[in-house]
């Protein structure tokens, strides 16, 4: 059975989303600038950089003595070899104006080995050694996510000749930038802001996609929890975020994520594909291509134990770019077959998926090398869990809708079973009497028969009468707007070709009164039954009940002023806080107002007080309606009850919203009441305990 309580969590979930997700993102963010130090700008210096690819392993000697000629000019400032197991070196000479400490920073990748020579103008050489494990303990300097040499000019107007030679297991792309300033690390404030921020967001998305999945147990937000921070750590890793958390550590765990890290993520993204796009049960052939991609990615774990990982890398990231065009083709033969969410999905992915094969294509270098190809990969990741992440809260809400459909087609089942039962019951009456007139000698054994169907007659009324009173109050409420809607829509396609714009808008506005009336009958009958059934869950939470009542007066300001009823709300000078919840205290005061607003005259007023009293919170809502007669206030608070007096704008009214509040302000700890005398108006209060 779908329950009141299972809609109220979905709905939940999605809203998680909206409410939560900004703060997390900032708050992180705050964390990691406050982490980086002191914000003082800084540019790197000018510098012209010249690369050679050493094929000979040839040593330090050798390559210093290398003729002008072998040595090539970087463009864009950087170096791309792609996969090659030979060292590069770059070299550069620099004429320092003052002297000062100066830092060297090798931008973007992860290097097994990077070792600096300074020779100097005097002729002495300097070597500082970086890499895996080794920079902090050479250098001294804290974790940083890029490889960071530090050295000094001695005296103004020093000539110094810079030869770097790097090594790595991972595509060799090298982006060097000198800066003069001995305090780097405090002075990076604006790169670190957006690494925070990239990081934060990938940490506050799986944080929240873990607490929608323990509120909702949908399948769909833990594969997307999986999703996101496979694909968080792998991003961590491309930016060096890894690196600096745990630099120094294990060489061969380095190397390893090269490998692991790329073949998680693309796992979890193929797995997220097959869940979200139902691909087992809409698209069968694309399923089995999504998990063959999955087995591709998993043999190449022998291939890394057996052949290393200068064979495995380069697998795993052509496997990864080909289950991501395959991931993108499935979202495209989903959409055709009319998947709403698959529009989300086929647009986060067709720009993962571009920035994807450009980071493939730039380790194979296959592009000419430029700082935008390298951070391409990182913001397209980030705005593709973005988008699914809104996919995600689309598809609860029609996952709502969809169960909001199966309680209307239930009740309409139920309906048709207490046909049923009456039919049976009347039928077997006629039977008993025709019975009891063919058989007149067991007159005793009849009586019996007759008393003990009574008996069970009467069991059935008592268990139906309010089923009873439920289809009636639907059927007489609703049969009236309906009725009207149908005939404004007839007139209008009528008389469509006819009427000017103005009437029409008039027939659509009445047709969206009398819709919105019928929603409101619908959704009181279905919060008394909620709240009978055992199905309405309160989630008390600390609230200041002013709050409610300023957004409740919000939305009652022009339903007043359409009556020029004014609203006076005396509030206390102090604040306070009750322990309820929130939804539940909002439908408790909306109920009382609307309907101080729908018995009060035109020109009235509406007194609205609030007040700490005896440890309780005291809520009054005051009119200067016709009151109401003793007799009335003895059966106020029950189900559909007709009071005498009517509402003075024609208003409807469904004989539910006080029997609502009462069941809810009793299930919050509080109690309910009203005080009235016939042409003196009526004062409902409510007392609700105040948070300790």
Not at 164 to 177: K, M, S
Not at 531 to 549: A, C, K, M, Y
Request: with cysteine.
């Amino acid at each position: 059975m779908v329950t009141r309580k299972t809609m109220l969590q979905v709905k939940d979930g999605g809203q998680m989303y909206r409410f939560f997700l900004a703060f997390l993102i900032a708050l992180l963010a705050v964390f990691q600038v406050c982490h980086a130090g002191e914000p003082e700008r800084v540019s790197s210096l000018p510098v012209f950089w010249q690369s050679l690819l050493d094929t000979e392993n040839a040593s330090f000697d050798m390559i210093r003595h290398k003729p002008s000629q072998t040595w090539q000019g970087l463009r864009h400032g950087m170096v791309n070899y792609g996969f090659t197991r030979n060292a590069a070196w770059l070299k550069t000479s620099l004429k320092f104006s003052s002297a000062g400490s100066h830092v060297l920073e090798l931008a973007n990748p992860i290097l097994d080995e990077a070792t600096l020579y300074i020779v100097r103008s005097d002729g002495t050489t300097e070597i500082q050694s970086g890499g895996y494990g080794k920079s902090t303990q050479a250098l001294k300097l804290v974790p940083y996510h890029n490889q960071l040499f530090e050295f000094n000019a001695a005296q103004p107007g020093e000539t110094v000749t810079l030869y770097l030679r790097i090594a790595a297991t991972r595509p060799l792309i090298v982006w060097p930038r000198l800066f003069k300033d001995e305090c780097f690390y405090r002075t990076s404030f604006t790169q670190r802001l957006w690494l925070g921020t990239y990081g934060g967001m990938f940490f506050a998305l799986s944080l929240l996609s873990l607490m929608v999945w323990f509120t909702t147990r949908d399948s769909d937000y833990f594969d997307f929890l999986i999703f996101i921070a496979t694909g968080g750590l792998l991003q961590a890793h491309i930016l060096g975020l890894l690196h600096e958390q745990m630099l120094g550590f294990s060489p061969a765990v380095m190397v390893g994520a090269n490998v692991v890290l790329p073949l998680v993520a693309t796992l979890a993204y193929a797995q997220f594909a097959r869940r979200f796009l139902s691909l087992e049960r809409t698209y069968p052939l694309g399923d089995r291509i999504m998990r063959l991609c999955m087995l591709a990615e998993l043999a190449t774990i022998p291939l890394y134990a057996f052949a290393g990982a200068e064979a495995a890398i380069p697998t795993v990231l052509l496997v990864a770019a080909c289950t991501g065009v395959m991931g993108l083709y499935n979202g495209f033969v989903a959409m055709l077959q009319r998947n709403r969410a698959a529009r989300f999905y086929v647009i986060a992915n067709s720009i993962l998926v571009v920035g994807g094969c450009l980071h493939v294509g730039n380790c194979f270098h296959l592009f000419d090398p430029a700082p935008w190809v390298v951070y391409v990969y990182p913001v397209c990741a980030a705005f593709n869990v973005v988008v699914i992440a809104f996919a995600l809260a689309d598809k609860v809400h029609l996952l709502q809708q969809a169960r909001i459909q199966a309680r209307e087609d239930q009740l309409i089942a139920e309906q048709q079973m207490i046909e049923v039962l009456r039919e049976s019951e009347s039928d077997l009456e006629t039977r008993v009497l025709d019975r009891t007139n063919r058989l007149e000698e067991a007159v005793l054994q009849q009586r019996l028969q007759r008393e003990a169907l009574e008996r069970t007659h009467k069991i059935l009324t008592e268990l139906h009468e309010e089923r009873g009173a439920f289809l009636q109050i639907a059927a007489h409420d609703l049969k009236n707007p309906t009725a009207a809607i149908v005939s404004y829509a007839d007139l209008l396609r009528e008389r469509w070709q006819i009427w000017d714009d103005e009437k029409k808008l008039k027939r659509i506005g009445n047709i969206r009164t009398l819709a919105q009336l019928s929603y409101d009958i619908i959704s009181n009958l279905l919060d008394i039954n909620a709240i009978e059934s055992g199905h309405f869950t309160l989630r008390p939470q600390r609230i200041n009940p002013e709050d409610v009542l300023h957004s409740v007066y919000e939305a009652f300001r022009e339903r007043a002023d359409a009556k020029d009823i004014r609203v006076e709300m005396l509030l206390p000078n102090e604040p306070m806080a009750v322990m309820a919840d929130k939804l539940a205290l909002h439908q408790i005061i909306e109920n009382l107002m609307s309907n101080a607003v729908k018995y009060s005259p035109q020109g009235s007023r509406v007194h609205v007080r609030l007040a700490a009293e005896c440890g309780k919170a005291m809520i009054e809502v005051r009119d200067e309606g016709p009151g109401i007669s003793e007799e009335d206030q003895t059966r106020l608070f029950r189900k559909f009850t007709r009071l005498s007096a009517r509402p003075t704008g024609g208003e409807h009214s469904t004989g539910l919203g006080l029997s609502i509040v009462k069941h809810i302000t009793e299930a919050s700890g509080g109690h309910v009441g009203c005080i009235s005398r016939l042409g003196e108006g009526a004062t409902f209060y409510v007392s609700l305990p105040l948070a300790a």
